[in-house]
């Protein structure tokens, strides 16, 4: 396949040309998985996504045009899977299953469209949030964090001509694939893309893949995005994430439904899926609190993925509760995703190897580190940390109180009130970069 000039499709690009989300698929597979679940236990919940941008200081209404976010969102409700993609879907094997998809989803799905949503402005940042049916909703997320984030790249490279592209770029491609061959060093090292949700753009994002896949080889294990996991023959890769018991929890109707909530997503969840699906999101309300009230039977599913911890400090208290349940930790799965640079994989890599099987989910550093190579001095091409969850639920407000209290979303009252219930051990305040 003939690579994409990127610096030369983004100085001659239009928006008919260059529509940022191109089709349904180009989301993150585990918002797929956790569709179907919504969509066969859950049809009757409703849930609101809000966009929260982290990182203040950067005014996104400024940066980015209302008109051209309307026309993206707009597009992105257009949009309907294609019948190519349903084949995939239905007839693929993930995660060694076949037909991991009903076949009365998939029918479903053939017919999904993106609701429409609320968009106004306050004090220089957009007020972004889809309400409705879960079922509806939750797919939301995924598209419109893609969407902020190229149109805010777009917007900084529209002064460039075509050389300081060239440059950008070139600049670009060589910071990432020297992280690269220094993954290359690790034997054994098992790295996926987690990119999709705060990538700089959709092609360079899916330049960014196909140079792993030749650069690191077998040691790439996939993508998250299912498009470009289906158009270069990958693993599509994820299992489940916050919303599931940030959702649970609000519907909660009293402290002990509250405490139970993270364990009923679990069983839930395995209902639909087992094996290598069966990996476990600890830090929705807290790591510390998840393992002090695990039943025992969690203990025996395929892994953990310590989220919002220091991932040696993390995954150190996840393997110390393996051993006090008896589990031979070497035939126990640690997946690291959070705000991954080389430098914390090589050392997390270095620490955990031999005690546990392990692998690593980079994200936004993978797909969105042009820090230092536009060939003029701008900092409007660094990547902010920008989330789009779950806000209320059933007209009930969602909380997240994470492992790290400046990730934390919702209400404060009501997280106050959460803190009361799950308590605030293990919880240590860190800079959010991305």
Not at 33 to 46: A, E, F, H, R
Not at 166 to 190: C, F, N, Q, S
Request: hydrophobic letters at 40%; aromatic letters at 12%.
């Amino acid at each position: 396949m003939a690579r994409t000039d990127i610096a030369r499709r983004v100085y001659n690009h239009t928006w008919k040309l260059d529509p940022i989300v191109r089709s349904l698929l180009d989301t993150d597979f585990y918002k797929l998985l956790m569709l179907q679940m919504i969509w066969g236990m859950y049809p009757k919940v409703d849930a609101t996504f809000t966009l929260i941008n982290r990182t203040t200081s950067v005014r996104l209404a400024d940066e980015i045009d209302e008109g051209e976010l309307r026309e993206q969102l707009d597009h992105a409700r257009t949009l309907r899977f294609t019948k190519k993609e349903m084949i995939w879907l239905g007839g693929n094997t993930f995660y060694g299953r076949k037909q991991i998809f009903e076949p009365e989803f998939l029918a479903w799905l053939e017919d999904f469209r993106l609701p429409d949503y609320e968009l106004t402005k306050r004090d220089g940042q957009y007020e972004l949030s889809f309400p409705g049916p879960w079922m509806y909703t939750t797919l939301w997320e995924i598209p419109a964090l893609a969407i902020i984030n190229e149109l805010r790249s777009r917007a900084a490279m529209r002064s460039f001509g075509q050389f300081a592209l060239d440059v950008l770029y070139a600049r670009a491609k060589a910071k990432m694939w020297a992280k690269t061959e220094r993954l290359k060093a690790l034997p054994g090292i098992r790295i996926s893309d987690f990119g999709t949700r705060r990538r700089h753009s959709f092609l360079w994002q899916r330049w960014c893949v196909e140079a792993l896949k030749e650069g690191i080889g077998e040691a790439f294990t996939g993508t998250s995005n299912v498009l470009l996991a289906m158009d270069n023959d990958l693993e599509a890769l994820g299992t489940n994430a916050h919303e599931l018991p940030m959702v649970f929890a609000a519907l909660a109707n009293s402290v002990e439904e509250l405490r139970q909530a993270p364990y009923k997503v679990l069983q839930d969840w395995q209902r639909y899926y087992g094996g290598n699906l069966l990996i476990v999101l600890p830090d929705t309300f807290g790591t510390a609190a998840f393992l002090r009230d695990a039943p025992d039977w969690i203990a025996d599913w395929t892994g953990f993925r310590p989220d919002s911890a220091p991932p040696i400090e993390g995954g150190e208290k996840i393997l110390a509760w393996w051993r006090e349940k008896g589990r031979d930790l070497k035939q126990k799965l640690l997946i690291f995703s959070d705000g991954l640079e080389v430098e914390t994989i090589e050392e997390t890599y270095k620490h955990f190897r031999g005690k546990v099987r392990m692998s690593f989910g980079w994200g936004t550093n993978l797909t969105n580190d042009f820090e230092g190579c536009a060939p003029t001095e701008t900092n409007s091409l660094d990547a902010i940390s920008l989330v789009c969850k779950v806000s209320e639920a059933n007209g009930r407000p969602a909380v997240k109180l994470s492992d790290n209290p400046a990730k934390s979303t919702g209400d404060e009252k009501e997280i106050k009130r959460y803190l009361r219930i799950f308590g605030e051990k293990g919880r240590v305040e860190q800079l959010v970069k991305v």
